[in-house]
């Protein structure tokens, strides 16, 4: 292993086709914007969520701790809203319905000076020409939990900026971006052209040439080297089991990874994780099925698969297509998605981007799926919180309570509004909830799970009204935990019942 490159992230700038630099500020002008061209398995010794769960006499988590003389600055607009108790709770009466408020930190605020941990980005070489970048905070924290943050398909490491600046002020942070994406892209062609090369809008594109460079040889961005890649990374970087957290693919990954290696994992965290990937039938668990396809991701890119790359790559890869995926991912629309929409067009601008999209579309399906990983990880005790967005169009919250059901004692966690990315959206109420069920963890119990504060609630649904800060505006959202007899039932009839009460109410 060598590390190439580290060092503190500067501000970035991107350039757009003509090269001309964007400006910061993207909200205003983005639909303007958007418009222009431009299996290895052992068992450890895990800790049982069940056992956790029912420790005698846990301590409430207090979201406040630690905040309140050196980041009352943060809460200056709370002036009117005094918690009754240490935890920063209140009870509200409306409607005939008790709702409790749940007052908790907002992210550091750098109109104050208070930048965070401070951030650095990294590149590690992992093979001959696959170099993978990494960010990375909180280093000084030596005694802390380690937190591995995995990202969703077309993004990166930068996506969990707001968990890197945040979380690394107390925990040890990393973020990777996965091969084949986000700066992870390789450095050189991986085939050999006879000719010029392919060029859309005036940018060469890698990967369509005639023959693979060695380096390259069987190369394929499958869920299975992704999951190899977090494996080297965390033996090889971080050098103990971690707590690792996935978004989307990364949630797969994440899961995945574990599946196989669960002595290097602490616990895993899914935000609304995608529950599969691939289509094309895996060669070890499926050989004669995947000998029917004659290509599986590898380069170079066979000739029709080369011009069918050209139409989508020209439709996905413009900045308008970007921008409405965004609009449809964030719940939110008032969600600054600035630096999000940057640094996606930064990516897509690079030779090797279009050939690496239709290697992954054309990966075969992992070793594991979706739901045998998850099996897995049950067998072995490994813990698994579930964080999702409710206004989620992709990954529906039908698929969260699909995994809620298959662990019933695993905390599942749904908030609203918030969409497919809710570490992004709401990034306030992720870092709250991942923090306080690593503290639930890291004291076995002791410290009870987020909103869990009465021990007699762990089996059934708790809903809380979370509120925070952010740029001088308080927010609120709304959060429900799902105890360990939930059911689709009980979510159906709860439903009808509130329908009635409203009903009555109105009548």
Not at 230 to 236: I, L, R
Not at 248 to 265: D, E, K, M, Q, R
Not at 395 to 400: F, L, M, R, S, T
Not at 473 to 495: E, N, P, T
Request: charged share 20%.
């Amino acid at each position: 292993m060598e590390i190439l490159s580290c060092h503190s992230l500067p501000g970035y700038h991107v350039r757009m086709m003509s090269g001309q630099l964007l400006e910061k500020s993207l909200s205003p002008r983005l639909l303007k914007l958007s418009q222009c061209t431009c299996p290895r398995y052992s068992k450890q010794g895990h800790l049982c969520l069940n056992k956790l769960y029912k420790s005698r006499a846990p301590q409430s988590y207090n979201p406040l701790k630690g905040f309140r003389s050196s980041d009352s600055r943060v809460f200056s607009g709370y002036d009117s809203y005094v918690a009754d108790d240490e935890e920063g709770l209140r009870s509200v009466t409306g409607s005939g319905e008790r709702v409790t408020q749940v007052l908790i930190p907002g992210l550091p605020d750098e109109s104050n000076g208070d930048h965070g941990a401070p951030i650095s980005s990294c590149f590690l070489e992992w093979k001959p020409k696959l170099n993978v970048h990494y960010e990375k905070s909180g280093s000084d924290n030596v005694n802390s939990p380690p937190v591995l943050f995995l990202p969703g398909f077309g993004v990166g490491s930068f996506h969990y900026e707001k968990q890197l600046k945040d979380l690394g002020r107390e925990f040890r942070v990393w973020a990777v971006d996965f091969l084949g994406q986000g700066m992870s892209l390789p450095s050189e062609d991986p085939t050999q052209s006879k000719d010029a090369g392919i060029s859309v809008g005036g940018n060469s594109l890698w990967g369509f040439g005639d023959e693979t460079e060695p380096w390259a040889n069987k190369l394929v961005y499958s869920i299975d080297l992704w999951q190899d890649q977090v494996q080297y990374f965390v033996e090889e970087v971080i050098k103990e089991p971690v707590y690792i957290v996935g978004n989307s693919l990364g949630g797969y990954v994440a899961l995945y990874f574990a599946a196989c290696n669960p002595h290097l994992v602490k616990g895993v965290t899914l935000l609304n994780a995608t529950p599969f990937w691939g289509f094309l039938p895996n060669p070890i668990t499926s050989p004669r099925l995947a000998r029917v396809f004659p290509w599986a991701g590898t380069f170079p890119l066979p000739a029709r698969v080369r011009k069918l790359t050209e139409v989508v790559w020209q439709k996905i890869s413009d900045p308008g297509s970007i921008a409405e995926i965004l609009k449809q991912v964030y719940a939110d629309h008032s969600t600054e998605v600035d630096k999000v929409f940057f640094r996606i067009i930064e990516t897509a601008q690079h030779p090797a981007a279009a050939a690496s999209l239709a290697s992954i579309m054309f990966a075969p399906r992992g070793q594991l799926s979706f739901k045998e990983a998850l099996s897995r990880c049950q067998e072995y005790n490994v813990p698994v919180c579930l964080v999702y967005g409710k206004e989620d169009p992709w990954v529906k919250p039908i698929w969260g309570l699909q995994v809620k059901r298959q662990l019933p004692e695993a905390p599942y966690y749904e908030i609203s509004p918030a969409g497919h990315c809710p570490h992004d959206e709401v990034p306030e109420v992720v870092n709250y909830l991942l923090r306080g069920w690593i503290k639930n963890l890291e004291t076995d119990g002791s410290v009870a799970l987020p909103l869990l504060d009465d021990p007699e609630f762990v089996e059934h649904n708790v809903a809380r009204d979370l509120e925070f800060i952010r740029e001088g505006s308080k927010r609120s959202v709304r959060v429900q935990l799902f105890g360990s007899k939930f059911s689709l039932w009980y979510l159906i009839s709860s439903y009808i019942k509130t329908q009635l009460k409203n009903l009555r109410i109105k009548s």
